[in-house]
C-alpha cells in the first residue's frame, strides 16, 4: 500500500475511533431515550385497538404489521408475559 | 530521595499484580470462562445490553471511576509520610481494588448483569440488600457534599481558574451543539474544543474572579458551593448529549493529557522528595495513622463506588467473561495510578521540608491545595508551563473531575428518590424535578452541617466518606465470597480483604465518633454513629451469611 494509502487509512481509523470515544458513554443512554420515542409513537399506531380515537387511523393500520415485533418486544419489556391486548396475537 | 523512585516503584507493583496476581485471580479463583455467554449477549437488545470492545470499555469503566478521590484521599493522607501512602496505594491497588472491582463485574455478569443491589438481595438475602441501599444513600449523599465543598475551595484559592473552570462548561456546550445537531467533524471540533480550553487556562489568572466576602449574607464557600449544586441540578436534568456526553468528553481528553504531562514533568525534572518518610512531627489534633489512612484513602486503594460503576453499566457491555481482568483489574490499576501522581505531587512538589510542613500544617491542610500547588510547580520545572499556568491546569483537571463525579451522583440519587417514589408509593416524589430538589437539598444540608460553608471545616467528613465507601466494598466483596464459597472455590483471597476492611472500618469510626464528640460536632457525631450501626450489621451480617454458607458447603461437600 502506498504511504499515502497508509496515512489515509490510519487517519480514517483515528477518526473512528475517536467517535467510538465520544459515543461510547452516553450511547446507552441516548439509545433508551430513542427507544422511548419509538415505544410512544408504536403505541399511537395501536391506539385504536386501546379504545383512544386516532384521526390517523387509515395510514396507521398500514403500519401495524411492521410494528408487530416491536410490539411484542415492548409488552416483555413491561413485564408482561402474554400480549396485554386479544387482538392483538403475538406470542 | 527522588521522586522518579516512588513513580517507578509504585508503577512496578502495579503492573506485576496486573502480570501475576490478577492472571492468578481471573484463572484459578474467578475462573473467568472465554466460552461463557456474557449477558451482553444473551440479552442483547441494542441499548442497554451490547457488546463492547474491551479497550473501549475499560476506558468508558476508567473514566467513569476516576473522580477526585483518588486525588484528594493521596494528598491528605501524605501528612503521615509519603511512605504509608505510597505502600497502601500500590499493595491496595494489587490485593483489594483489583479483587474487587474485577470480582464485581464478574459477579454481575455471572448473575444477567444485575447491579450490585439486586445481586446482594439474590445471592445473600434481603438483610444484606435493604443494608446495601442504606449505605450506597449514604455513600452518595456524602460524595456530593464533600465534592461541592471540595470546588468551592478550589475556586476560591485560585481566583485565576473560576474563568477556565465555567469557561470548559460553555466550550463543552458549544462542543455538543456542533457534534449532535450540525454534525461538524469530531477531530476539528476537539481540536478547536481542546485549544479554546487551554486558552482560557493559559488567561485566567490574568482574569481571577473571588466573590466578595459576603453575598447576601452567605461566606464566599457557601455561594460557591449554592452555585455548583445549581449547575448540577441542571446539567443532570438537561439531556445528555448537550452537556454531560460533552463535558466528560473534553474531561477525558485533559485528563490523559494532564496526567501525561504531570507523569513526564516527573521523569524529566527527577524532583526532590521533601515531605518525610515517615512524618515523626504530626501535627496537634491529627489522628492516628492505623487506622486512619485505610479510610483517608479509599479510592485508588479500594472503593465500593467502583462496584456500583462496575454492576450498572459496565457488566451490561461485557463481551467475553475473560474481558473482566482488563476492564475492571486494569480499571483499579488506572485509579491507582492517579492517586500514585498526587502523592507525588503532594509530596515532592514544594521547595522545602519548611514549606511543606507550612502547608500540612493542620489535619485535611494538604488536599486538593497541595496536589495543585506542588504538580504545579513539578509541571514547571519538567515542561518549562509557568506556575500560574500549571496551577490553573491541575485545578481546572481536579475541578472538572469533581464536578463530574457530582454530577453523576446527584443522578444516582435522584434515581433512588424516585425508586423509592414508587416503592412507597408517593406519586410527587417520582417525578424528575422533586427527587432533584430532594436530592440537593439533603446533600446541602450536609455540606452546610459539616461546616463546609465557613470554608474551614469541610473536608472534616472526608475519612467518614472513606469508610462508608468501603463499607460498601465490604458488602459487595460478601457477594463475591459467598458465590464463590457456593461453588467450592477458596475465597480467601476474598475474605480477607473483606475483614481488613471492615475491621479498620469500625475502629476508624469509633475513633471519629470520639473525635467529633470531643470537639462538639453534633451534626457530624450522629451521622457517623449513623454509618457505625450501618458497619455493625454489615460485620454481623458477612460473619453470619459466610458461616451459613460454609457449612452448607461441608454438608454437600
Same mark, same amino acid.
Given at each position: 500500500?502506498?504511504?499515502?494509502?497508509?496515512?489515509?487509512?490510519?487517519?480514517?481509523?483515528?477518526?473512528?475511533?475517536?467517535?467510538?470515544?465520544?459515543?461510547?458513554?452516553?450511547?446507552?443512554?441516548?439509545?433508551?431515550? %430513542?427507544?422511548?420515542?419509538?415505544?410512544?409513537? $408504536?403505541?399511537?399506531?395501536? +391506539?385504536?385497538?386501546?379504545? *383512544?380515537?386516532?384521526?390517523?387511523?387509515?395510514?396507521?393500520?398500514?403500519?401495524?404489521?411492521?410494528?408487530?415485533? %416491536?410490539?411484542?418486544?415492548?409488552?416483555?419489556? $413491561?413485564?408482561?408475559?402474554? +400480549?396485554?391486548?386479544?387482538? *392483538?396475537?403475538?406470542? | 530521595?527522588?521522586?522518579?523512585?516512588?513513580?517507578?516503584?509504585?508503577?512496578?507493583?502495579?503492573?506485576?499484580?496486573?502480570?501475576?496476581?490478577?492472571?492468578?485471580?481471573?484463572?484459578?479463583?474467578?475462573?473467568?470462562?472465554?466460552?461463557?455467554?456474557?449477558?451482553?449477549?444473551?440479552?442483547?437488545?441494542?441499548?442497554?445490553?451490547?457488546?463492547?470492545?474491551?479497550?473501549?470499555?475499560?476506558?468508558?469503566?476508567?473514566?467513569?471511576?476516576?473522580?477526585?478521590?483518588?486525588?484528594?484521599?493521596?494528598?491528605?493522607?501524605?501528612?503521615?509520610?509519603?511512605?504509608?501512602?505510597?505502600?497502601?496505594?500500590?499493595?491496595?491497588?494489587?490485593?483489594?481494588?483489583?479483587?474487587?472491582?474485577?470480582?464485581?463485574?464478574?459477579?454481575?455478569?455471572?448473575?444477567?448483569?444485575?447491579?450490585?443491589?439486586?445481586?446482594?438481595?439474590?445471592?445473600?438475602?434481603?438483610?444484606?440488600?435493604?443494608?446495601?441501599?442504606?449505605?450506597?444513600?449514604?455513600?452518595?449523599?456524602?460524595?456530593?457534599?464533600?465534592?461541592?465543598?471540595?470546588?468551592?475551595?478550589?475556586?476560591?484559592?485560585?481566583?485565576?481558574?473560576?474563568?477556565?473552570?465555567?469557561?470548559?462548561?460553555?466550550?463543552?456546550?458549544?462542543?455538543?451543539?456542533?457534534?449532535?445537531?450540525?454534525?461538524?467533524?469530531?477531530?476539528?471540533?476537539?481540536?478547536?474544543?481542546?485549544?479554546?480550553?487551554?486558552?482560557?487556562?493559559?488567561?485566567?489568572?490574568?482574569?481571577?474572579?473571588?466573590?466578595?466576602?459576603?453575598?447576601?449574607?452567605?461566606?464566599?464557600?457557601?455561594?460557591?458551593?449554592?452555585?455548583?449544586?445549581?449547575?448540577?441540578?441542571?446539567?443532570?436534568?438537561?439531556?445528555?448529549?448537550?452537556?454531560?456526553?460533552?463535558?466528560?468528553?473534553?474531561?477525558?481528553?485533559?485528563?490523559?493529557?494532564?496526567?501525561?504531562?504531570?507523569?513526564?514533568?516527573?521523569?524529566?525534572?527527577?524532583?526532590?522528595?521533601?515531605?518525610?518518610?515517615?512524618?515523626?512531627?504530626?501535627?496537634?489534633?491529627?489522628?492516628?495513622?492505623?487506622?486512619?489512612?485505610?479510610?483517608?484513602?479509599?479510592?485508588?486503594?479500594?472503593?465500593?463506588?467502583?462496584?456500583?460503576?462496575?454492576?450498572?453499566?459496565?457488566?451490561?457491555?461485557?463481551?467475553?467473561?475473560?474481558?473482566?481482568?482488563?476492564?475492571?483489574?486494569?480499571?483499579?490499576?488506572?485509579?491507582?495510578?492517579?492517586?500514585?501522581?498526587?502523592?507525588?505531587?503532594?509530596?515532592?512538589?514544594?521547595?522545602?521540608?519548611?514549606?511543606?510542613?507550612?502547608?500540612?500544617?493542620?489535619?485535611?491542610?494538604?488536599?486538593?491545595?497541595?496536589?495543585?500547588?506542588?504538580?504545579?510547580?513539578?509541571?514547571?520545572?519538567?515542561?518549562?508551563?509557568?506556575?500560574?499556568?500549571?496551577?490553573?491546569?491541575?485545578?481546572?483537571?481536579?475541578?472538572?473531575?469533581?464536578?463530574?463525579?457530582?454530577?453523576?451522583?446527584?443522578?444516582?440519587?435522584?434515581?433512588?428518590?424516585?425508586?423509592?417514589?414508587?416503592?412507597?408509593?408517593?406519586?410527587?416524589?417520582?417525578?424528575?424535578?422533586?427527587?432533584?430538589?430532594?436530592?440537593?437539598?439533603?446533600?446541602?444540608?450536609?455540606?452546610?452541617?459539616?461546616?463546609?460553608?465557613?470554608?474551614?471545616?469541610?473536608?472534616?467528613?472526608?475519612?467518614?466518606?472513606?469508610?462508608?465507601?468501603?463499607?460498601?466494598?465490604?458488602?459487595?466483596?460478601?457477594?463475591?465470597?459467598?458465590?464463590?464459597?457456593?461453588?467450592?472455590?477458596?475465597?480467601?483471597?476474598?475474605?480477607?480483604?473483606?475483614?481488613?476492611?471492615?475491621?479498620?472500618?469500625?475502629?476508624?469510626?469509633?475513633?471519629?465518633?470520639?473525635?467529633?464528640?470531643?470537639?462538639?460536632?453534633?451534626?457530624?457525631?450522629?451521622?457517623?454513629?449513623?454509618?457505625?450501626?450501618?458497619?455493625?450489621?454489615?460485620?454481623?451480617?458477612?460473619?453470619?451469611?459466610?458461616?451459613?454458607?460454609?457449612?452448607?458447603?461441608?454438608?454437600?461437600?
Amino acid at each position: 500500500m502506498s504511504k499515502l494509502g497508509n496515512i489515509k487509512d490510519w487517519v480514517l481509523r483515528a477518526n473512528t475511533a475517536l467517535n467510538t470515544y465520544y459515543n461510547a458513554p452516553y450511547r446507552a443512554a441516548i439509545a433508551r431515550a %430513542r427507544r422511548d420515542e419509538d415505544d410512544l409513537f $408504536m403505541l399511537l399506531v395501536f +391506539s385504536e385497538m386501546m379504545g *383512544i380515537p386516532n384521526p390517523a387511523s387509515w395510514y396507521t393500520l398500514e403500519l401495524q404489521p411492521l410494528l408487530l415485533e %416491536r410490539f411484542h418486544d415492548w409488552h416483555v419489556r $413491561m413485564g408482561m408475559e402474554k +400480549s396485554p391486548f386479544d387482538h *392483538i396475537s403475538c406470542c | 530521595m527522588n521522586a522518579i523512585f516512588l513513580a517507578l516503584f509504585g508503577l512496578t507493583v502495579m503492573f506485576l499484580g496486573f502480570f501475576f496476581y490478577s492472571r492468578f485471580i481471573a484463572d484459578k479463583i474467578y475462573q473467568l470462562d472465554p466460552d461463557f455467554e456474557t449477558p451482553a449477549h444473551t440479552m442483547q437488545d441494542g441499548v442497554d445490553y451490547v457488546p463492547t470492545n474491551k479497550f473501549v470499555l475499560w476506558g468508558h469503566h476508567f473514566t467513569s471511576v476516576a473522580g477526585a478521590a483518588p486525588i484528594v484521599g493521596p494528598a491528605i493522607a501524605v501528612i503521615w509520610g509519603w511512605l504509608p501512602a505510597l505502600l497502601w496505594v500500590a499493595f491496595g491497588t494489587v490485593f483489594f481494588a483489583g479483587v474487587h472491582d474485577m470480582g464485581a463485574v464478574w459477579a454481575s455478569v455471572r448473575n444477567k448483569a444485575k447491579s450490585m443491589g439486586a445481586l446482594s438481595g439474590d445471592v445473600v438475602g434481603k438483610r444484606a440488600r435493604s443494608l446495601f441501599m442504606i449505605v450506597i444513600f449514604l455513600v452518595l449523599l456524602m460524595v456530593n457534599a464533600v465534592f461541592g465543598v471540595v470546588i468551592a475551595n478550589l475556586l476560591i484559592n485560585n481566583p485565576g481558574s473560576v474563568v477556565p473552570v465555567w469557561g470548559a462548561i460553555v466550550v463543552a456546550m458549544v462542543i455538543g451543539q456542533a457534534i449532535y445537531r450540525f454534525k461538524w467533524n469530531l477531530p476539528l471540533v476537539s481540536l478547536v474544543g481542546v485549544v479554546v480550553l487551554y486558552m482560557l487556562i493559559w488567561t485566567g489568572p490574568q482574569v481571577p474572579i473571588a466573590l466578595p466576602e459576603t453575598t447576601f449574607g452567605l461566606s464566599a464557600s457557601a455561594t460557591w458551593i449554592l452555585l455548583l449544586f445549581a449547575y448540577a441540578a441542571v446539567a443532570s436534568l438537561l439531556p445528555v448529549w448537550v452537556l454531560l456526553q460533552p463535558r466528560d468528553y473534553i474531561n477525558g481528553l485533559q485528563l490523559f493529557v494532564g496526567l501525561g504531562l504531570l507523569y513526564i514533568a516527573v521523569f524529566v525534572a527527577g524532583p526532590t522528595v521533601v515531605a518525610p518518610m515517615i512524618n515523626p512531627d504530626v501535627p496537634a489534633g491529627t489522628p492516628s495513622l492505623f487506622p486512619l489512612l485505610f479510610v483517608t484513602i479509599a479510592c485508588g486503594a479500594i472503593s465500593g463506588f467502583h462496584g456500583i460503576v462496575a454492576s450498572g453499566t459496565t457488566s451490561k457491555q461485557l463481551n467475553r467473561e475473560p474481558d473482566a481482568r482488563l476492564v475492571g483489574y486494569g480499571g483499579a490499576l488506572g485509579e491507582g495510578t492517579l492517586a500514585l501522581a498526587a502523592i507525588i505531587a503532594a509530596s515532592a512538589g514544594f521547595a522545602t521540608y519548611g514549606e511543606w510542613k507550612e502547608v500540612y500544617s493542620s489535619f485535611g491542610g494538604g488536599g486538593l491545595k497541595a496536589f495543585v500547588d506542588g504538580g504545579g510547580a513539578i509541571l514547571h520545572a519538567g515542561t518549562g508551563i509557568s506556575p500560574e499556568v500549571s496551577a490553573t491546569m491541575l485545578t481546572v483537571m481536579a475541578a472538572l473531575f469533581a464536578g463530574t463525579t457530582m454530577d453523576t451522583g446527584l443522578r444516582l440519587q435522584r434515581y433512588i428518590f424516585q425508586e423509592w417514589g414508587e416503592i412507597y408509593n408517593l406519586g410527587w416524589m417520582k417525578k424528575a424535578a422533586p427527587a432533584t430538589f430532594l436530592s440537593v437539598g439533603s446533600c446541602l444540608a450536609l455540606a452546610f452541617g459539616a461546616g463546609g460553608a465557613s470554608g474551614s471545616g469541610g473536608l472534616l467528613i472526608w475519612p467518614l466518606f472513606g469508610t462508608t465507601n468501603q463499607l460498601m466494598a465490604g458488602l459487595t466483596l460478601l457477594v463475591i465470597a459467598v458465590m464463590l464459597v457456593r461453588r467450592k472455590t477458596n475465597a480467601i483471597f476474598v475474605i480477607a480483604p473483606m475483614a481488613f476492611i471492615l475491621v479498620i472500618g469500625l475502629l476508624a469510626l469509633a475513633i471519629q465518633i470520639y473525635t467529633f464528640f470531643s470537639q462538639s460536632k453534633w451534626f457530624l457525631c450522629g451521622l457517623a454513629i449513623v454509618v457505625l450501626v450501618a458497619g455493625v450489621l454489615v460485620t454481623l451480617e458477612c460473619a453470619a451469611v459466610l458461616r451459613k454458607e460454609k457449612q452448607a458447603a461441608a454438608a454437600t461437600g
